[in-house]
């Protein structure tokens, strides 16, 4: 059996960064991700002003910033979350600021995170096209922000943290209510710096999380972490212990009920795996998960779990390649909007590799096979796709390989070697 400890949470990482130099002290965080997408987050906070150190596997974080207005353009890369979270905190804090990203970055939505920014009167503009990076944000009086109560069209954590950092930075009262609970890492860090977090769980699955001004950002408590880690980089892993790459074990991995869904499914399929709860950081259970070779069925995923496995759907896609029957993956049009149409992109490799597969309007229809499965497929650009087919092709039978294999430096830079120590643990 191959033991493996995956990189630090992404989605952590990147909160850990934007929270902890709002707080009235240092903070020290253990695991935080090095990866191109918290490199944005960090190189932002600190064009801000804040002070972050890294040494090893230690980074180190000073409260009480002094915020200043960046010289330049902020570039937040590819990094979703950088900028959606970076405008509630920059909108909060009444910065002036230019926020932009690359192109496959400037082609998803930010009206989403816009629209109720401006709600609560943030002055904001888009300099080229509507609803899209570079964003302009214009300086006003720190606390002038409105407080807002939020229903989003779509369930988003991003949209969620958004809301709460604006709130939070700017001293007044938010409220966001998900038809749908999504990932909670923003509340969880938020109770454990002291903010005056609420979530009120809903017995449909839903969730209303609201934020009160009573703690001021410098009366918070510094953090203190090891960051777990990340749940959606292990998945990848599993997948090939499951696909019959070798036995595997990811240790001290984020157990957060809100992003293992891919575990519930998992079950559905006949996936063999245990789990071992080990350890809670800054609120998040953290534990170790061991997967085997396993004889997979088909399985339906809807909107209903998708939530808890929007970045595992890749993963997914190729486990139904190798399962028996036809699998069904429906209300994951959300999909087509990440780094790359991901839906789109998914389908168009698996017939590539010879699997039959019906791309919908919000999902997929696969139909496994045990046939030898061969060829090159094409990334896109897109980290989770590359390591979705890295799966794959290590799996007995498949020869996968991908036209870009150098793009997984977005989240899980060493994914190659550790899924080549899992094949030769097994060859072994």
């Not at 410098?218 to 953090?223: A, G, H, N, R, T």
């Amino acid at each position: 059996m191959t033991s493996i400890e995956v990189p630090g949470d992404k989605s952590i990482s990147h909160r850990v960064l934007m929270l902890a130099p709002l707080a009235g002290g240092p903070s020290t965080a253990t695991g935080i991700l090095r990866s191109d997408d918290v490199r944005a987050t960090a190189e932002a906070m600190r064009r801000l002003g804040a002070s972050i150190r890294e040494e090893g596997n230690e980074t180190w974080i000073t409260g009480q910033v002094r915020w200043k207005a960046p010289e330049e353009e902020i570039d937040c890369g590819n990094s979703g979350t950088t900028a959606r979270l970076l405008l509630g905190l920059l909108a909060g804090l009444g910065i002036h600021a230019v926020i932009r990203g690359d192109a496959s970055l400037s082609r998803r939505p930010m009206e989403r995170v816009v629209y109720p920014l401006q709600a609560m009167g943030a002055r904001m503009r888009y300099l080229e096209q509507e609803g899209r990076l570079p964003v302009e944000l214009e300086a006003r009086c720190s606390g002038s922000l409105r407080s807002l109560k939020h229903r989003p069209r779509m369930a988003s954590a991003q949209v969620k943290s958004c809301i709460l950092l604006a709130g939070l930075a700017g001293g007044t009262r938010v409220e966001v209510s998900e038809a749908r609970a999504t990932r909670d890492h923003t509340e969880r860090l938020l109770g454990a710096l002291g903010a005056a977090i609420a979530v009120d769980r809903s017995a449909d699955g839903g969730a209303v999380v609201s934020l009160e001004p009573r703690t001021r950002p410098s009366e918070l408590s510094s953090l203190r972490l090891r960051v777990p880690g990340d749940f959606s980089s292990a998945a990848f892993l599993l997948a090939a212990g499951w696909l019959g790459a070798g036995e595997v074990q990811v240790l001290r991995v984020g157990l957060n009920p809100t992003r293992t869904g891919l575990l519930d499914v998992a079950r559905e399929m006949g996936a063999c795996f245990d789990l071992a709860s080990e350890d809670v950081q800054a609120g998040e259970p953290t534990g170790s998960l061991r997967a085997v070779p396993s004889r997979l069925r088909a399985f339906d995923v809807d909107s209903g779990v998708l939530p808890r496995l929007v970045d595992e759907v890749p993963v997914l896609a190729v486990l139904a390649a190798r399962a028996s029957g036809v699998s069904r993956i429906r209300g994951a049009e959300e999909l087509r909007l990440k780094e790359s149409d991901r839906l789109a992109v998914l389908a168009g490799n698996l017939g590539r590799l010879g699997v039959r597969c019906r791309e919908l309007a919000d999902g997929l229809e696969i139909e496994g096979t045990d046939a030898p499965l061969a060829g090159r497929v094409r990334c896109a650009g897109d980290h989770r796709i590359a390591m979705a087919f890295g799966a794959l092709g290590a799996a007995p039978g498949c020869r996968v390989s991908v036209d870009d294999a150098s793009c997984v430096s977005i989240s899980y830079p060493s994914f190659w070697q550790d899924l080549e120590r899992i094949s030769a643990s097994e060859a072994a």
